[in-house]
């Protein structure tokens, strides 16, 4: 099935502990982006990425990482300097930017406890 | 600022009824409206997308109206099943100075279809 995979599914991260979120694609698309959903709040951007071995910033990035070795993937890394990790992760990917008619497509996210 | 407000917050309705979402939006300039559907814990999916020039959409029992002029936009269900029940969010699409989009996001409407 071709589609967005997220893994894990439920992750939990002790203090001072960093944690990588995996996220796959097999649609072949450039354009991959992570956002964190919280209550009652709009999702918001995290990185972003257009094409292989390039990212940027989104609105949130402070107290993550991301890299993309390969077209397919966009890892997630949160580490200890994000002080409310606590949320639910969502990736996605486009054909390519974020233009008129490019459908976004979601993974199924990942929720992330600090404990 | 850029800014997607969603109305109601929350609505519950019997099967079989209809319904209509409402999305008001600040975002300057312009460059496409996309509403999307979200269970509970998992990832949204795209229903519809429309560009300035596109007043009304359909796919299936959802039908989204744009009004470029006010900035408005709805999303009307018909004949609503209890798997209709989901958070309906809107997303605005603006055009960054210097090229490329960026999205905003509303923080849903919660719909609950009840027997």
């Known amino acids: 099935d071709g589609g967005i995979t997220q893994s894990p599914k439920y992750l939990f991260r002790k203090e001072g502990q960093n944690v990588t979120l995996s996220c796959e694609q097999n649609l072949n698309h450039d354009a991959m982006y992570w956002y964190r959903q919280d209550p009652g709040q709009g999702l918001r951007l995290i990185y972003y990425s257009q094409i292989v071995n390039d990212f940027q910033k989104g609105d949130i990035a402070e107290g993550y990482s991301v890299s993309r070795e390969k077209k397919e993937s966009f890892p997630l890394t949160v580490t200890s300097a994000q002080k409310n990790p606590t949320a639910f992760y969502l990736c996605?990917?486009?054909?390519?930017?974020?233009?008129?008619?490019?459908?976004?497509?979601f993974g199924e996210g990942s929720w992330l406890t600090v404990v | 600022k850029n800014q997607v407000e969603q109305s109601p917050q929350s609505l519950i309705i019997l099967e079989g009824k209809n319904c209509t979402l409402q999305c008001n939006y600040t975002v300057s300039p312009f460059s496409n409206l996309r509403w999307y559907k979200q269970d509970t814990g998992r990832g949204p999916v795209s229903l519809t997308i429309?560009?300035?020039?596109?007043n009304t959409k359909s796919n299936g029992r959802y039908t989204a109206t744009l009004d470029a002029d006010t900035k408005q936009s709805s999303l009307h269900i018909t004949a609503s099943q209890l798997s209709d029940s989901a958070s309906y969010i809107c997303v605005v699409s603006f055009i960054l100075t210097g090229g490329g989009n960026k999205l905003t996001f509303g923080t849903g409407t919660q719909l609950k279809v009840e027997l």
């Open positions: 996605a990917s486009s054909l390519q930017g974020i233009a008129s008619g490019n459908t976004i497509y």
């Open positions: 429309m560009t300035f020039s596109e």
